[in-house]
């Protein structure tokens, strides 16, 4: 549970502290047991990935170059 990981995942996956094996036990065994868990955090998973795309990259990239170019000319 850090925070760029928790800013990636944003509820999409069981969040654990490296440091605490207990923790990470207890999430497995959610993940492995019945209820749905996995199909849910799964589901999620794909649907927060989808907003990772290389042409947003790429958009985000260029708004920060246009940006700076912009800050440098005023």
Do not use: K
């Not at 502290?17 to 589901?43: M, N």
């Not at 170059?65 to 800050?71: F, H, N």
């Amino acid at each position: 549970d850090r925070a760029l990981m928790a800013e990636l995942a944003l509820g999409s996956a069981l969040r654990v502290a490296p440091e605490r094996p207990a923790e990470i036990a207890d999430a497995c065994t959610r993940l492995g047991g019945g209820g749905g868990v996995r199909v849910e955090r799964s589901e999620a998973g794909r649907a927060r990935s989808a907003g990772f795309t290389l042409e947003r990259q790429a958009e985000g990239t260029l708004a920060v170059y246009a940006a700076t170019i912009a800050s440098q000319r005023a």
